[in-house]
């Protein structure tokens, strides 16, 4: 990955992608949760906001480290670690919602083919199971965006 694009630092470009793209996609995936005709209308852009959100995230990270390297190659100080962290887990938190969106919309297809759910409780599981990692990817993000600010401005 890039540093630099036009003499800018990846980073800040790419974060604020995921800032934005994850807790968006998150809402979206709450709605597709709640509501079966949602979903048969908004279900495949869920999906395309969580893929792009967790791709943005996974951006971030990379960019990150390669920031932190550049610049803190021997001792990184211990806001910029904690950021680092945070990032870190970050990607798995918004790889749940992901995971979470795509079983939705799996079970939704079913439903569609079969005429019906085969079995009631899944759905329903499935949809508390997106709107708690909707949740947690959504503070996660902002707990790490929070973080990057007070270790680079605070």
């Known amino acids: 990955m890039p540093e630099t694009v036009f003499g800018l630092p990846v980073h800040p470009l790419v974060v604020h992608g995921a800032a934005v793209l994850v807790p968006l996609s998150a809402l979206l ?10 979903r048969t209308r908004w279900g495949v852009l869920a999906w395309c906001m969580v893929t792009a959100a967790w791709a943005a ?10 920031l932190k390297d550049s610049l803190y190659p021997t001792v990184t100080p211990l806001k910029t670690a904690q950021h680092a962290d945070y990032g870190s887990s970050s990607v798995w938190f918004v790889l749940a919602l992901w995971l979470a969106v795509s079983a939705m919309l799996l079970l939704d297809l079913d439903r569609r083919r079969r005429d019906g759910f085969a079995n009631p409780i899944l759905p329903t599981l499935v949809a508390v199971l997106i709107i708690v990692a909707a949740m947690a990817a959504t503070g996660q993000v902002a707990l790490t965006a929070w973080t990057g600010t007070v270790a680079r401005w605070g």
Do not use: D, R
């Open 29 to 38: 995936a709450v709605i597709i949760a709640v509501g079966q005709e949602k």
């Open 57 to 66: 995230t996974i951006a971030a990270k990379l960019s990150g480290t390669n």
